[in-house]
């Protein structure tokens, strides 16, 4: 979507933090937006999710943002 | 005594292996006696030391023609501890290596080691891709334990081995528990060794078997779906555990998985007797599958005898899968795991020779 030019960041958990370096350099997309969750995210029910979710979300909106840029 | 054979040079010495039988099909690194000796070496041990026999072929394994097959597994020296270990753990009684060996099933031996030997004789890698490639020690020593199970234990398939198709962790089948991680006490100290010791476990097992789980954070009965989905993958209908039952089988729990059950209250002892619990099946639905294994007879055939039949350890990346190994449970200890100390008090730190140094 990046590619296209479509705005996007990717959220990437910390454990997974390497493959996405991995990922964006193959892709030649070193500088793709991203943006650092916690990890692990799934199953860790609702209110958690709610909290990773308000503790990121501005940081998501300027990574977007950045995109326009 | 070792046989010694002659050829011309590095490429000719490994035909020579291929075409007599001595290699698992992949290239070796070529034993030639000063790599042996430093692989003898290493182990603090004198080359003639018998550490037992090995069927079905009742080969002698000395300490010097387990160094032939740790340098033809490619081990570095300082492997080679828990690879005497390991050896000196499938001879054991207890293990049925003849019968292990010579059975149709697909059993492989699983190398589990903890202590401090995974660091110090390794690094054996107990997170991503344990049980894949890319980890040096996890593959030699694995590797090394079934060249000696080949070329001293005599095992060939067709005519020694006749596991009917076999499976790829006969190649090499070897990890360490991630023990700085887990929320609870090493496998070996569940075993009966203490947390200082460092020890090899070896269990016959199948490949692994993925079993997904998703947890969650809102259902304050996780882990019991968890539970289920493990009971299921180690002993369903289909494998000999639940068939034949009565056979040590394998539950490696990777740590989200482990969080969820060690959040639950559970200990790795609850945790067994848990899965234990859920590992029965009624006879008459067995019988209806396969009829020659399950006479028709009212109530339930549990897989495990009792939760000790379960080795259940920690490792492998944080994500939404563990793995089982359902076993082979036959053989007169019916598919029991043995355990060996790993003995480094007299090992030796020797040089690695450089690319092109033939020693």
């Known amino acids: 979507m990046a590619k296209l030019g479509v705005p996007a960041v990717a959220l990437v958990t910390q454990e997974f933090w390497p493959q996405g370096d991995f990922v964006a350099r193959s892709l030649g997309m070193p500088d793709v937006p991203r943006v650092k969750l916690p990890h692990p995210i799934a199953g860790t029910g609702t209110a958690n999710m709610k909290a990773v979710a308000t503790q990121v979300a501005l940081e998501v909106i300027k990574a977007l943002e950045g995109c326009l840029d | 005594m070792t046989d010694l054979f002659r050829a011309e040079s590095e490429e000719a010495a490994l035909e020579d292996l291929h075409t007599r039988g001595l290699t698992d099909g992949l290239p070796v690194v070529i034993p030639t006696p000063d790599r042996v000796s430093q692989m003898v070496l290493a182990s603090g041990q004198e080359a003639d030391m018998v550490l037992g026999t090995m069927g079905p072929g009742h080969g002698l394994a000395t300490m010097e023609k387990v160094a032939v097959a740790a340098v033809m597994a490619g081990c570095l020296p300082d492997y080679m501890p828990i690879v005497v270990a390991a050896v000196k753990a499938v001879i054991e009684p207890v293990f049925d290596l003849t019968e292990m060996q010579a059975t149709t099933h697909c059993t492989a031996p699983l190398i589990i080691v903890n202590g401090p030997a995974r660091i110090s004789c390794g690094p054996v890698s107990s997170g991503y891709g344990a049980l894949g490639p890319g980890h040096r020690a996890n593959a030699s020593i694995g590797r090394a334990l079934r060249l000696t199970m ?136 067995l019988h209806q599958l396969s009829p020659g294994f399950a006479p028709s007879q009212a109530g339930v055939r549990k897989a495990f005898r009792s939760p000790e039949q379960l080795l259940i350890l920690m490792a492998g990346g944080s994500g939404l899968y563990s793995m089982v190994m359902p076993s082979w449970c036959a053989g007169t200890h019916r598919n029991s795991p043995s355990s060996s100390l790993v003995d480094f008090e007299f090992a030796c730190e020797i040089p690695v020779h450089g690319p092109g140094e033939l020693g």
């Open chain 2, 150 to 285: 080949m070329n001293i234990g005599g095992a060939r398939p067709g005519a020694s081995d006749m596991a009917l198709l076999g499976h790829p962790g006969k190649f090499t089948y070897c990890l360490a528990e991630d023990e700085e991680n887990s929320p609870f006490p090493p496998l070996h100290t569940t075993l009966g060794f203490d947390k200082e010791d460092s020890v090899v476990t070896v269990i016959g097992a199948e490949a692994p078997h993925s079993v997904i789980h998703s947890g969650d954070g809102d259902d304050p009965k996780q882990h019991e779906g968890l539970l289920d989905m493990l009971a299921i993958g180690v002993a369903n209908p289909a494998t000999n555990n639940a068939m034949l039952s009565s056979g040590t089988a394998t539950v490696v729990l990777n740590p989200e998985h482990a969080g969820i059950l060690h959040r639950a209250g559970l200990s790795r002892d609850d945790i067994a007797a848990e899965i234990c619990e859920r590992c029965q099946h009624p006879n008459a639905e």
